[in-house]
């Protein structure tokens, strides 16, 4: 089964409104963290947002916050007031606490293009 | 603010050939990771390194990979013969500590294409 699921290969939306990327992800481990991180065509990986498992709020981080839906498994990224610079890929990704190596397992990602 | 290096940025070789690719992790970092990513497909882990020895890799990471420490700077993946299916972008990360809260940061990659 797929640890961490991205349902949404692309995105449109329309510059300076909001918009929701959806992760889901599966872990038995109680004690997990769950990062975002956004690849622009440049190829590099830029870190943009962690929740842990027992963190008690939403990670919000400038424009960007995380709608974490623990019973769900869900941990979904809100990015607010689009930019053009926000065209990228998105990467959720998941370290469980419970692995030693603490290796990140990644979504296959979601392609947001927003329009001017 | 300090940042993971990784040369080359771009590295184009023949199938059968050797390859090193070279990461700088950021100073203090006591974890070093390498990933891939095929072109246009997700990030897939390949190996972890803590303490001078290989902490876990992945079915992907087999005898034709390896990794080195060689000082305390430089960490490396080589390939002893490279294969087309080899071409990918190579990324090399970090981290800090053992909390479950410690990001990793990533290097730029270096994208390799096997001819």
């Known amino acids: 089964a797929q640890k961490i699921t991205q349902t949404q290969p692309g995105m449109f939306v329309q510059e300076k409104e909001a918009v929701t990327l959806d992760c889901t992800y599966d872990?038995?481990?109680?004690?997990?963290?769950l990062f975002w991180y956004k690849q622009p065509s440049s190829g590099e990986m830029i870190f943009l947002i962690y929740?842990?498992?027992?963190?008690?709020q939403n990670a919000t981080e400038g424009r960007y916050s995380l709608n974490f839906q623990k019973a769900r498994k869900s941990a979904n990224l809100v990015i607010s007031a689009s930019q053009l610079g926000d065209s990228a890929m998105y990467f959720c990704?998941?370290?469980?606490?419970?692995?030693?190596?603490?290796?990140?397992?990644f979504g296959s990602g979601t392609r947001l293009l927003v329009r001017p | 603010e300090p940042e993971v290096t990784q040369t080359p940025s771009h590295q184009v070789t023949q199938m059968g050939q050797e390859v090193i690719l070279r990461c700088v992790p950021i100073?203090?970092?006591?974890?070093f990771y390498w990933y891939r990513q095929i072109l246009g497909q997700k990030v897939e882990f390949l190996v972890s390194?803590?303490?001078?020895?290989?902490?876990?890799k992945s079915e992907i990471f087999d005898d034709q990979f390896s990794v080195e420490r060689p000082d305390g700077s430089n960490f490396t993946l080589k390939i002893r013969s490279t294969k087309l299916e080899d071409s990918a972008m190579y990324f090399c990360?970090?981290?800090?500590?053992?909390?479950?809260?410690?990001?990793?940061?990533f290097g730029p990659g270096t994208r390799l294409l096997v001819l």
């Open positions: 390194f803590y303490n001078n020895e290989i902490s876990e």
């Open positions: 990704a998941m370290r469980e606490g419970g692995d030693s190596s603490y290796k990140l397992i």
């Open positions: 872990t038995s481990d109680p004690s997990y963290g």
């Open positions: 990360a970090s981290r800090k500590g053992t909390s479950v809260k410690e990001t990793q940061y």
């Open positions: 929740q842990g498992s027992y963190d008690q």
């Open positions: 100073s203090n970092h006591l974890y």
